[in-house]
Nanobody, 119 residues
């Protein structure tokens, strides 16, 4: 069982910056692909950004050029740097860890952290 704890959510002004962190309890964190998702009220959860075990990244079109995902395997932590956030970025942000080893497939989710973008 892997536990994920997100932190860093806050009220931020449009055009500001914020960094989210997700600390994992995984014994071999480097084996997990990691992702940040978000869910706004009344909307479905959507992928924001992901990073593979080799460090390749993928972003939703809506955040490209503004958000950056990164990982520190030594600290078992994944980050989401949010620059120039917009009011439409307001949502609960969730961290996901995915393990894929042959036939073994496991996904783990954190509890979420609230990000509110407003002046």
């Amino acid at each position: 069982q892997v536990q994920l704890v997100e932190s860093g959510g806050a009220l931020v002004q449009p055009g500001g910056s914020l960094r989210l962190s997700c600390a994992a309890s995984a014994s071999i964190f480097s084996l997990y692909a990691m992702g940040w998702y978000r869910q706004a009220p009344g909307k479905q959860r959507e992928l924001v950004a992901s990073i593979t075990i080799s460090g390749s990244t993928n972003y939703a079109d809506s955040v490209k050029g503004r958000f950056t995902i990164s990982r520190d395997n030594a600290k078992s932590t994944v980050y989401l740097q949010m620059n120039s956030p917009k009011p439409e970025d307001t949502a609960v942000y969730y961290c996901k860890a995915s393990l894929s080893l042959g036939s073994l497939q496991r996904d783990y989710w954190g509890q979420g952290t609230q990000v509110t973008v407003s002046s």
